[in-house]
């Protein structure tokens, strides 16, 4: 129990870190992200794969106002626009 207790206070001490150095480079990951980002590097995912992953859905072109537009319904009332889904739960801020 207490090697358990003890992995657990290294584990977000390590999460702690890595998120206080993202926001040091102003990276705009979340901790969440952080956290599934180096789950992904613990069971052996390519560091550098997931950072050009990270980048490219980052500088994703955000939906055009065409296609947010509402659509009208057949009572000729609109639809409510829908909410941007973002793949992060925080989103990424661009560079």
């Known amino acids: 129990m207490e ?3 003890a992995a657990a206070r290294q584990a977000k001490e390590s999460l702690e870190l890595a998120f206080q150095m993202s926001q040091i480079l102003d990276t705009g990951l979340d901790r969440h992200t952080l956290s599934l980002l180096m789950a992904l590097c613990d069971r052996g995912a390519n560091p ?3 950072a050009a992953l990270v980048r490219e ?3 994703a072109a955000p939906p ?3 296609a947010a537009a509402p659509t009208p319904v ?3 009332a609109a639809a409510p626009a829908p909410a941007t889904a973002s793949l ?3 989103g990424l801020r661009r560079p």
């Open 88 to 90: 992060f739960p925080s």
């Open 57 to 59: 859905l980052s500088s």
């Open 48 to 50: 550098e794969a997931l």
């Open 74 to 76: 057949s009572n000729g």
């Open 3 to 5: 090697t358990e207790a």
């Open 64 to 66: 055009t106002a065409a």
